[in-house]
Structure formats: C-alpha cells, structure tokens
C-alpha cells in the first residue's frame, strides 16, 4: 500500500502551513482514501517502515523544528508517539539496518 504522509499548503496568500493528514492508495477503488492524522503536523520530517509498522521522525511543523517520533499501525490505523531524538531536526534520511538498529543521516542543520 502506498501513503501519502503530512505536508506544505500555501493559503493562497503567500502563507504556507504544515498539515497532519494521511492518505493512502486504495488499489481497489483506485483512489486515495484519508486515514489516522498524525498526532502533530511536520513536514520535512524521515519516515521508514519497520515490522509493520510506519515511522514518522521529527521534522518542521511551521513554528520550528520537533523531535517527536510517530508510529502508526497498519492493524489498527492509529499513531502514537513513541519517543523524541535527542536534538530537534529536520531535513533527515532514515534506514534500518539488519539489526533492527535505525540510523539517522542529516542532510543539514
């Protein structure tokens, strides 16, 4: 299944803010149907998938950089927060290795 995690709206007046919406593709419908909003809206943020499992990691949420980490069951279509990094960040890349371990590479400050 294939989502589509938070984002940037621009009002129109040249005011963008951040959104907590999830959608995802429904290959039966073939269309994109909303699920569980992320408890707090982010964009710029990493996400990974993980035993089942949807992680969402920091990012920006339009008054300055968060540290919170989301998980979202595919079962029971609901997001809880799980921890925080240890610095606010955004605009970073995840990956799990074999382990089990998650990485975090930052692409800026």
Avoid: H
């Avoid at 940037?8 to 040249?14: C, D, E, Q």
């Avoid at 998980?71 to 970073?92: A, G």
């Amino acid at each position: 299944t294939l989502y589509a995690i938070g984002r940037t709206n621009n009002n129109g007046f040249g005011k963008n803010y951040r959104n907590n919406s999830v959608e995802y593709f429904c290959k039966k419908l073939k269309k994109w149907i909303y699920s569980a909003c992320l408890n707090e809206q982010r964009c710029n943020f990493a996400v990974t998938v993980f035993k089942n499992s949807i992680y969402v990691i920091a990012g920006y949420n339009g008054r300055g950089l968060i540290s919170t980490v989301e998980r979202f069951s595919i079962e029971t279509n609901c997001w809880i927060n799980v921890c925080n990094t240890i610095n606010p960040k955004s605009t970073l890349n995840v990956c799990i290795v074999s382990s089990g371990d998650v990485t975090l590479m930052m692409n800026k400050d």
